[in-house]
């Protein structure tokens, strides 16, 4: 089957919107974040929509978000470390494009995403735990959709996408 467009998975810090810029950079392909998109259409940030509409308000909007993007041709795709909180994205994901699962331990994440205020779901006392339990509830979608798992832990931005790269050229992906 040829995948024409790559879709990155992951938990929050993983590094998604990183590697997928850099990547789309490298392939041709446009880039896309659902996140920014979203911004984008609502003219309101992240933080901003889960105040006024909370979090199911930004999972609908990520919803219809994601059902337009996954069906372009020829996209890096970065979404969100929530997407697959959604069975509809899980599926879309899923039956339109390659999926990339970027996977670092709890430790990396909490690391790349601490100094970070734009994601209203570690804005706790406890950022660590709620990674950690997010983690628990969604790895196993992440490994499930997974076309292709990335170790991303002390591993270089430039190197996640060359593996990548290297595994899509094998696989005749791209
Ligand atoms: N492989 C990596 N090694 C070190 N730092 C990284 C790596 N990937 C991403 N980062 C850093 O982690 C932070 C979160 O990355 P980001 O791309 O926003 O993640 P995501 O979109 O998956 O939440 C950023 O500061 C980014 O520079
Ligand atoms: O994990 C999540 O539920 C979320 C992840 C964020 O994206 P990143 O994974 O790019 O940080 C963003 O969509 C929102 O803050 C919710
Ligand atoms: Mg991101």
């Known amino acids: 089957m040829h995948k024409e467009s790559i879709f990155l998975v992951g938990p929050m810090g993983a590094g998604k919107s990183t590697v997928g ?50 069906l372009k041709s020829e996209v890096v795709l970065a979404t969100g470390g929530g997407v697959v909180e959604t069975e509809s994205n899980r599926q879309h994901l899923r039956t339109r494009g390659f999926v990339v699962y970027l996977k670092s331990p709890v430790e990396a994440l909490i690391q790349r995403t601490r100094h970070d205020r734009n994601r209203p779901l570690l804005q706790t006392g406890n950022p660590a735990q709620v990674l950690k339990d997010l983690m628990e509830r969604r790895e196993p979608w992440y490994l499930e959709m997974a076309d292709l798992v990335i170790e991303t832990q002390q591993v270089p931005v430039h190197r996640v996408v060359k593996q990548i790269i290297d595994r899509l050229e094998s696989e005749k992906i791209v």
């Open 21 to 70: 810029k850099l990547l789309a950079e490298k392939l041709h392909y446009q880039f896309v974040d659902s996140d920014h998109e979203i911004e984008a259409k609502t003219g309101a940030t992240i933080p901003m929509i889960f105040d006024i509409e909370g979090e199911q308000g930004f999972r609908n909007r990520e919803a219809l978000m994601i059902d337009e993007l996954s």
